[in-house]
């Protein structure tokens, strides 16, 4: 093709681009459409009841805004089945409202549509429905803060086969809907803070006003299933307008779109000397500081793991090794230093509860390796030959479970003779004291003594002493949920992001310790820390052969394998992940196999699984 003909394809595609084009922003934002497609910028919250397959209930946080001109409304939000994005336009050529769907998980769909002034209700018909069927959504605003939405699938034979409904409110202060004008990417704040730090004390101001709606804005939810304003109030908010809780910044580090920060926390009746230092991670989405209550809610790349990794152990250390108040050139004494150690202990101790749904550890000697706990901080400067310089007191399996953190001691250090200069001690809420009497210090530690501590006696489920192969733990996840021990077979097991592991497992112990549904495994793969299983499950009532086979991933995480409900859960990326997926499609082909109706004689039982009993010849 010649330059000549080339410049003259260009022409016609450009004036075919014009004749198509929309007509400009000022009529376009005098249409009834946009005005309706307006009434969905800001954020809300979201509560959602599935009826068809099955019950379920849920709830989100999403989130809308204008963007490229104020042509689409853009809407995103993060739920247990992870992240989605919605585009909504009036194309005034097809006089229609158009819908985009997007997820993380790879769906994606369109519906087209339109918008009914005198009932303020949106409808869109789905352009890709079931084969045969239908797909509707409709969305009716019973006023500028509320609005009810249905989709409702029926496939060729009118049949519902998904139906989910919802009622959504709009969170006060979030940004108002007039979007003119709006920069593109700014979301749930006007004005979004410039650093991390400006994030943390613009939270600390509203939170003192008790604001707690607004101050809800800058906190992401654990996976959508919890309200972090019904948090603030519950937990902080009253006690911080009151005083009684004092919250500032003691210290933030920032990376491109990823930061720490620190806090400093002073109980108001324990002085500022026990001040308690929390490290928290934020992420800058769509132009606005987000702060993130569990390390483990963001997802990342490699690239943006390693980077928020090693923020993470800055402000770990900086967390447990907060200001001294030292003159300068004046040396810490030795029960200065063992302080320091002591909220360095603490500080990882509280860490490791965040990743294990509020558990306590065994034992504090495993966290050197599965939190980075510096070895140096377990020995004692004040008793430097000592080779255990601390005694760790387990008051319970979950903090949830201890009446008040503040007053439970669970750290002391280790002595034969009670010193003139007291004894430095830890409570569970993370501050350290000096108790002067031991007499004092033998009752308050009293308590701790009675509860789950005083075991000293190794747990089946203990990271300390593991099962050696992923068969060997599923094996004894099927020992202890026949036996009716639930809260054991759950450290085994890694439930859906908001989800109770031991919740999960309670709905078939009961069936499995009565012997009306027997579960037995057949097979497994392994690969380095990765791991398929198969079991193999069938009700007390059905022949042996009619048995249904499922296979189940694991990993070897801490030196304890755990097994996961999803891959996706185990959030693994690169060549982990394509290992995994190999060992997936084993275990499909390997059901696949299992399931195939071969003769009237019950399959049988390979003789190669580790732990389980073959089948007899």
Do not use: C
């Not at 304003?229 to 919250?247: H, M, P, Q, Y």
Request: aromatic share 8%.
């Amino acid at each position: 093709m010649n330059m000549w003909r080339l410049a003259a394809v260009a022409f016609v595609a450009s004036m075919a681009l014009r004749a198509y084009a929309q007509p400009a922003g000022d009529d376009f934002k005098q249409t009834k459409e946009w005005k309706a497609l307006n009434r969905y910028v800001g954020t809300w919250d979201n509560q959602a009841t599935a009826t068809v397959p099955e019950r379920t209930q849920s709830r989100q946080t999403p989130t809308a805004a204008w963007i490229v001109g104020d042509r689409f409304v853009q809407m995103k939000e993060n739920s247990a089945d992870g992240e989605m994005m919605y585009l909504l336009t009036y194309d005034q050529n097809r006089r229609a409202i158009r819908f985009w769907f997007f997820s993380s998980s790879g769906q994606a769909s369109t519906a087209t549509g339109g918008w009914d002034e005198a009932t303020r209700t949106l409808t869109l018909k789905v352009d890709d429905p079931p084969p045969g069927g239908s797909g509707i959504f409709t969305d009716r605003f019973t006023d500028d803060d509320h609005h009810d939405w249905q989709w409702v699938f029926k496939d060729a034979d009118g049949k519902v086969v998904f139906e989910v409904s919802g009622k959504a409110t709009r969170l006060k202060g979030a940004p108002d809907r007039a979007a003119s004008g709006q920069a593109e990417g700014t979301r749930a704040a006007d004005d979004p803070s410039k650093t991390a730090a400006d994030t943390a004390k613009k939270i600390i101001e509203l939170l003192k006003a008790g604001d707690v709606q607004t101050a809800n804005r800058y906190f992401h939810p654990p996976f959508g299933n919890e309200d972090m304003a019904e948090v603030f109030k519950k937990r902080d908010a009253d006690a911080i307008r009151k005083g009684e809780i004092v919250i500032s910044l003691f210290d933030s580090r920032e990376e491109g779109n990823l930061a720490v920060i620190v806090w400093k926390i002073v109980d108001k009746g324990q002085g500022d000397k026990n001040a308690l230092y929390r490290p928290d991670a934020l992420v800058r989405e769509n132009g606005m500081w987000r702060i993130y209550p569990r390390v483990y809610d963001i997802k990342l790349d490699a690239a943006g793991e390693d980077k928020l990794e090693v923020l993470w152990k800055w402000a770990q250390k900086r967390a447990s090794q907060p200001e001294t108040g030292f003159k300068a050139g004046a040396h810490p004494s030795p029960v200065d230093l063992s302080q320091r150690n002591m909220r360095q202990i603490l500080i990882t101790v509280l860490l490791y509860a965040e990743d294990r749904q509020g558990g306590l550890p065994d034992s504090i000697e495993p966290l050197v390796k599965t939190h980075d706990l510096d070895k140096e901080a377990l020995r004692n400067p004040r008793q430097p030959d000592r080779e255990k310089g601390y005694v760790w007191v387990k008051p319970a399996e979950k903090i949830a479970q201890v009446r008040n953190p503040a007053e439970a001691i669970v750290l002391y250090e280790a002595y034969d003779k009670w010193s003139e200069d007291g004894l430095v001690v830890g409570f569970l809420d993370g501050h350290v004291e000096v108790l002067k009497d031991e007499e004092a210090f033998r009752r308050r530690l009293q308590p701790a003594r009675g509860g789950a501590a005083a075991d000293s006696r190794p747990r089946i489920g203990d990271a300390d002493n593991p099962p050696k192969t992923a068969a060997d733990t599923a094996n004894t996840i099927l020992r202890l949920l026949k036996a009716g021990n639930i809260d054991e077979a759950a450290k085994y097991f890694q439930a859906p992001p908001g989800h109770d592991a031991a919740e999960i497992l309670k709905r078939g112990a009961d069936e499995l310790r009565t012997g009306d549904v027997i579960v037995a495994l057949v097979d497994s793969k392994e690969d380095g820390d990765l791991a398929v299983v198969i079991l193999k499950a069938f009700r007390k009532d059905q022949a042996e052969r009619d048995a249904a086979y499922t296979p189940r991933a694991m990993m070897r995480k801490d030196g304890m394998w755990r097994a996961y409900d999803t891959i996706d859960e185990m959030k693994l990326v690169g060549a982990a992940r394509e290992k995994m997926d190999a060992l997936w499609k084993w275990g499909q082909a390997r059901q696949d196999e299992l399931m195939k109706p071969s003769s009237k004689e019950p399959k049988k039982i390979p003789a190669n699984v580790p732990g389980v009993k073959p089948s007899p010849e």
